[in-house]
Each structure stands twice: as C-alpha cells, then as structure tokens.
C-alpha cells in the first residue's frame, strides 16, 4: 500500500513538472497576447481572446528609431539602476538603441515618477503605474510612463511593466512574465526576453500584420525552446 501511495505521488510530481515545461502552443500563445493586444484582453485581467476578430488591424510594435530617456519626479532609491538593468537586458536581445537626456524636450520616451497613490485611466480605471505609447504604422513614436509612490509596494515590477509596454508590448497571461497581472516580477522573464528578441529580429518589422507574423514567430519560437527542452530531459 506505501508503495502505490508513494508512486501515485511520484506521478503527480511528474506531471506537474511537465506542465512548467512550456511547448510550442503555450510559447506561441504567450508571444500572440504580449506581441498582439487584443480589442477583448486590452483589459489586462480580462484573459485570452480566442477569434481573429479581437485581432483586427493588429501588427508588431517596435522602434525602429533611437530612444532618448528623460527620468523625472520624485524618482525614489534604486530607480535609476532598475531602469538602467531594464534597457540593458531589452538591448541586450533586440540591439535597440538608447541613451538617457537631461532635457525633457529631447525625450521620446519619459519616465515620471509622482508622490500618488492612483491616477485614473480610461475614465474609470485607478492603476499605481501607467504608459501612454504612441506609434505610427507599428513604428514606435513615443512612450509616457507615469509610476505612483504613495503606497506602492510594487514600484520596482512597475518599472519593468512599465518600460516593457514602452517598447510595444502588450499583457501576457499564460507564462511567467513582467507583463503578467498575475505575477509581480521585478526582471524581465526568459520568455519577455524571448519575445523581444522576435519583435525585433531583423524578420519583422513594425507594421507587420499577425497573419503574416504569428506564424514566422512560432517557427522562430521553435529554436529558441528546443534547446531548454533537450536540456530538461
Ligand atoms: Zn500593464
């Protein structure tokens, strides 16, 4: 009896493990809702839209440009390192380009930080962190963060939230990932740097639809999983 007890056990174990292995499905997934935001899911908590039709007009997001930083505000201890670490790691996977301004007019892409505890967004939405990107044919324009410290226990996972949609991403929702509303990662995951690296790779370009894109991403996703799976075994 111990033993089919102990077994049974071992089984459960087994399969649970399994099941922290993504494959190509859950990868391909993970890489349309973070690359793709759609009409029904553009509520971060909403879920997984499942037809095309949540997916009209959407294409890949991306700056094809230089980003220049302006960071102003009551910007708290270990702020201007998270933000540094964060830039490093995107650029390390996509080769963006950035460099940090003293003059706000020079910015495209500005971070505030602002003794609040909520700003409303979308009429009826309180949030502790926002971004406002603005991009034109998929090609990034620029990007307006807002981060809110009066009670924000979260402000270093709003930093990377944040600078993550600042560089075209959306929300995931079936893996690990800064962008998770279930998670509170304060780094970017493997799979956000994995899904930078194909917004980026020199086969897409901003402005390219899903159709022509999602199915290039999961061939592409293939090679980049493979590995981690052998390795696993
Ligand atoms: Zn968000």
């Known amino acids: 009896m111990f033993t089919r007890i102990a077994s049974f056990f071992l089984c459960w174990i087994l399969v649970a493990g399994c099941q922290t292995t993504p494959g190509i499905d859950e990868a ?9 935001p759609s009409t029904w899911n553009a509520d971060p908590v909403a879920g997984i839209a499942t037809a095309d039709a ?23 201890e270990g702020a201007q390192a998270k933000i540094d670490q964060t830039f490093q790691d995107a650029a390390d ?44 044919n998929g090609r990034m324009e620029s990007a307006i963060v807002r981060i809110g410290l009066k009670d924000n226990y979260a402000v270093e996972h709003c930093i990377v939230h944040e600078i993550l949609h600042g560089l075209g991403l959306g929300h995931a929702h079936n893996l690990p990932s800064a962008v998770n509303y279930r998670m509170a990662l304060e780094r970017m995951s493997k799979w956000d740097r994995a899904a930078l690296q ?4 020199s086969r897409f370009r901003g402005g390219m639809t899903r159709k022509d894109a ?20």
């Open 54 to 76: 949540n997916y009209a007009g959407k294409s890949i997001r991306r700056w094809e440009q230089p980003i220049a930083i302006f960071v102003g505000g009551e910007k708290p």
């Open 28 to 36: 391909t997934l993970f890489f349309n809702d973070i690359a793709f």
């Open 93 to 136: 996977v996509t080769g963006i380009r950035y460099a940090f301004v003293e003059d706000r007019e020079k910015a495209n892409f500005q971070i505030d930080f602002d003794n609040l505890d909520k700003y409303v967004v979308n009429t009826v939405q309180h949030v502790r962190c926002y971004t406002r990107p603005t991009s034109s």
């Open 214 to 233: 999602l199915p290039m991403a999961r061939q592409m996703l293939k090679t980049i999983i493979e590995p981690k799976q052998r390795s696993d075994r």
């Open 198 to 201: 194909l917004i980026y790779d």
